[in-house]
């Protein structure tokens, strides 16, 4: 009966990390996400091609998975 | 006499020699009268105490939410007078749902007040801000809508607490004590997704626009019904109308209204609609499991499930669906990389269910529900 009120859940400090992938060679690079950035964006050069890279997918893991 | 003598001194030496035991039977009569006579006050006590913390905790919540919306509103929007007064009586708005008593055309009206209720709010705060940054708009929308529920869940678990303190009532305040971790992790979600929202993150249940984006992907967008956008592309023969919410704005569009007008209004006569949502999973389940099923995947208050149930029927068009378990913290904060590395594999569940279910020459329809925040197209 005497159940507590759990604390707001503590979670491991989350990471979220920005994929730019080459349109035409697949080259994925991985970055820490900036304001501004969303997926399908145009991104830096492809440091493979240089053709211009975009935004694949944007998300976050936690700080200890990344190690 | 002597037998006498020792049957009184056999009657002393049990009452010295038990002396314990009748206090233990005492206390254990005492405890039981007070458990029997008291117990359920003592009860309400400790819940009372305990909701009496919850509470604390969702104040503290839905004040941070509350200054979360001004200071976005202040230095990302550039208000141009403090927002504070607006922002408070934005707060205590009320959408008055309509009468359900007569239940014939009810979603036409709840679509009516609903949709009557978003104008006003993107209204309102197009006039608070000093830009019109689309995505900064649907931001501050949202973080006023998070903001909104925090407001109303305090209101309400309020609202109980002091009625059951009142009337002195047992069953509601254990009621209230019960349920009470259950709403602190709800709004503990909520308020965490302020902070993605700020950033403007994509959020778990964005993955359904994630995976629709990429076959949208450098074709022709057109604007098909409110903050949704459609394109028209090819698969293996089949051609694709594939629909999203206008991102990266914090939009969930109306996509009920879009399947209406491509199967009602445009003549398109589709052997299939896909669509592809995050959904809440139970607890247990893994994140980003992908499941698949029949039928309209979308939540909400229901006005879109009905008029896509309704198109799809009177088309006679089977529904489909792909879902990404989630839950719902992780539906409205930061995409998990689980979810996002779910995309991949629900684009081959994609191809497969469009090759299973349909031939070359038909046409599909491919909705990604969700909100797009940080996900364009
Ligand atoms: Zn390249």
């Known amino acids: ?67 | 006499m002597t037998s006498v003598m020792s049957i009184s001194a056999a009657v002393l030496q049990v009452t010295s020699g038990d002396l314990t035991t009748y206090l233990y039977i005492a206390f254990f009569g005492l405890l039981f009268v007070v458990q029997f006579a008291f117990g359920t006050r003592l009860q309400s006590y400790f819940a009372i105490n305990e909701i009496s913390r919850g509470l604390n905790k969702l104040r503290v919540m839905k004040d941070k939410a509350r200054k979360d919306a001004i200071d976005y509103l202040v230095n990302v929007g550039k208000a141009q007078a403090d927002p504070t007064q607006r922002v408070d009586q934005f707060l205590d708005y009320v959408t008055i749902m309509p009468v359900d008593i007569d239940p014939s055309g009810l979603v036409g009206k709840i679509d009516h007040v609903v949709t009557t209720n978003n104008d006003r709010v993107r209204a309102e705060v197009g006039s608070l801000l000093n830009q019109n940054n689309p995505v900064t708009v649907s931001i501050s929308e949202n973080l006023l809508e998070v903001a909104t529920s925090l407001n109303q869940i305090h209101k309400i678990v309020r609202h109980f607490y002091l009625l059951g303190k009142k009337t002195n009532s047992y069953f509601t305040l254990v009621q209230l004590q019960m349920l009470m971790p259950m709403i602190i992790q709800e709004a503990d979600a909520l308020l965490n997704a302020t902070d993605s929202f700020r950033m403007g993150e994509p959020v778990g249940d964005g993955i359904g626009p994630v995976v629709v984006s990429r076959f949208m992907a450098g074709k022709e967008k057109r604007v098909i019904a409110k903050d949704t956008v459609m394109a028209i592309t090819e698969y293996k023969g089949r051609k694709l109308y594939v629909l999203k919410a206008d991102g990266p704005m914090a939009y969930v569009g109306q996509p009920g209204v879009a399947i209406q007008k491509i199967v009602s209004e445009m003549g398109v006569k589709p052997s299939a609609i896909v669509m592809i949502d995050a959904a809440l999973k139970l607890e247990g389940e893994k994140t980003g499991e992908i499941a698949e099923g029949v039928g309209a995947a979308i939540g909400g208050i229901g006005v879109e499930k009905f008029q896509i149930e309704e198109a799809a029927t009177k088309a006679k068009v089977p529904l489909y669906a792909i879902l990404v378990k989630q839950s719902i913290l992780e539906a409205i904060t930061v995409m998990r990389k689980e979810i996002a590395e779910a995309a991949d594999k629900v684009a081959e569940v994609l191809n497969r269910v469009i090759e299973e279910k349909t031939k070359e020459g038909d046409e599909v329809v491919v909705a990604g529900i969700g909100n797009t925040l940080g996900v364009a197209q």
């Open chain 1, 1 to 67: 009966m005497m159940s507590s009120v759990p604390g707001a859940d503590r979670k491991s400090k989350l990471l979220v990390y920005t994929i730019e992938e080459c349109p035409v060679c697949g080259q994925k690079t991985k970055r820490a996400f900036t304001v501004g950035d969303y997926i399908t964006k145009e991104a830096s050069k492809c440091p493979k091609c240089s053709n211009t890279a975009r935004v694949s997918l944007v998300y976050a893991e936690s700080a200890k998975q990344s190690g």
